[in-house]
């Protein structure tokens, strides 16, 4: 454990270091994940003041209230793996992480939860600035905004074991841009992120709580915004504890086939 923290420590340092040398490319991204909900909350708002003020039981407040909450879970959740996994085999850069004493999975970690704590110093005062301009709708139960506080952590750790899993396609084909648009194309529809999920049909409100995009950002989102029972939310953390579960398992077997399929490559 000792050992650890001192990677996580170590990581920290680094990510710090590279993110001020970065300076442009993290505000480009900053932008991006403002910019992303606040468009989603212009239309959707829009769309309800021209049908008489509501949508599907929505109101312009209840979606700017839905979309403010999406960008914080969504920046505490997100992950970026899959789309660096490939260059890092593509250019030689995996071979390095294998040879050293601990699992290239808490390097990622690390990295993750460092860039989000530098980011959420303007992430958090732009959540504010958008509360001010649009005035949302927000009236959580107690109860509700201490139960997100789990959610969020499952939510996290499901995201990031899943998208590292699919990663690791990366050790048969050296290309796999294909997967991740279709994979991030799905996740984008079926986590919430462009409408509640209330307002898609049937069907597709049963395959969001099917498959695990909805326990990942949804879940946290309806459960800051107090749209759950208690024991709705019960429910919740059983369907992620599932996914979880299921997750680490195929990701144990996902590594352990990859890497005897890996071959070492370099630009």
Same mark, same amino acid.
């Given at each position: 454990?000792?050992?650890?923290?001192?990677? +996580?420590?170590?990581?920290?340092?680094?990510?710090?270091?590279?993110?001020?040398? &970065?300076?442009?490319?993290?505000?480009? =991204?900053?932008?991006?994940?403002?910019?992303?909900?606040?468009?989603?909350?212009?239309? =959707?708002?829009?769309?309800?003041?021209?049908?008489?003020?509501?949508?599907?039981? +929505?109101?312009?407040?209840?979606?700017?209230? +839905?979309?403010?909450?999406?960008?914080?879970?969504?920046?505490?959740?997100?992950? =970026?793996?899959?789309?660096?996994?490939?260059?890092?085999? #593509?250019?030689?850069?995996?071979?390095?992480?294998?040879?050293?004493?601990?699992? %290239?999975?808490?390097?990622?970690?690390?990295?993750?939860?460092? +860039?989000?704590?530098?980011?959420?110093?303007?992430?958090?005062?732009?959540?504010?600035?958008?509360?001010?301009?649009?005035?949302?709708?927000?009236?959580?139960?107690?109860?509700?905004?201490?139960?997100?506080?789990?959610?969020?952590?499952?939510?996290?750790?499901? #995201?990031?074991?899943?998208? =590292?899993?699919?990663?690791?396609?990366?050790?048969?084909?050296?290309?796999?841009?294909?997967?991740?648009?279709? &994979?991030?194309?799905?996740?984008?529809?079926?986590?919430?992120?462009?409408?509640?999920?209330?307002?898609? %049909?049937?069907?597709?409100?049963?395959?969001?709580?099917?498959?695990?995009? #909805?326990?990942?950002?949804?879940?946290?989102?309806?459960?800051?915004?107090?749209?759950?029972?208690?024991?709705?939310?019960?429910?919740? &953390?059983?369907?992620?504890?599932?996914?979880?579960?299921?997750?680490?398992?195929?990701?144990?077997?996902?590594? #352990?086939?990859?890497?005897?399929? &890996?071959?070492?490559?370099?630009?």
């Amino acid at each position: 454990m000792k050992g650890l923290l001192d990677v +996580y420590r170590a990581v920290f340092k680094v990510t710090v270091a590279v993110q001020v040398q &970065y300076r442009v490319v993290l505000v480009i =991204w900053l932008i991006w994940m403002v910019l992303q909900p606040v468009v989603s909350l212009v239309v =959707w708002s829009s769309v309800a003041r021209s049908r008489g003020g509501h949508v599907g039981g +929505y109101s312009a407040a209840d979606f700017a209230a +839905y979309f403010i909450v999406m960008m914080l879970v969504n920046h505490v959740t997100f992950t =970026w793996i899959m789309e660096v996994f490939e260059w890092r085999i #593509r250019v030689g850069q995996f071979s390095p992480m294998l040879l050293r004493p601990v699992h %290239p999975i808490h390097v990622d970690i690390a990295d993750n939860i460092t +860039y989000k704590a530098l980011t959420a110093v303007v992430l958090v005062p732009a959540a504010v600035g958008l509360a001010l301009a649009f005035r949302p709708a927000l009236h959580p139960a107690p109860w509700s905004l201490l139960a997100v506080v789990p959610a969020l952590v499952l939510a996290f750790v499901l #995201r990031f074991v899943v998208e =590292w899993t699919l990663a690791l396609a990366a050790f048969w084909t050296t290309r796999v841009a294909a997967v991740n648009q279709l &994979y991030f194309a799905v996740q984008l529809f079926l986590s919430g992120q462009v409408a509640p999920l209330s307002l898609f %049909p049937g069907p597709v409100q049963v395959l969001a709580a099917v498959l695990p995009f #909805r326990w990942m950002v949804a879940f946290p989102v309806q459960l800051a915004l107090g749209q759950l029972t208690p024991h709705e939310a019960l429910s919740g &953390y059983a369907a992620q504890g599932a996914w979880l579960a299921l997750s680490m398992a195929l990701l144990a077997w996902t590594w #352990r086939r990859g890497l005897r399929r &890996y071959a070492a490559v370099g630009a």
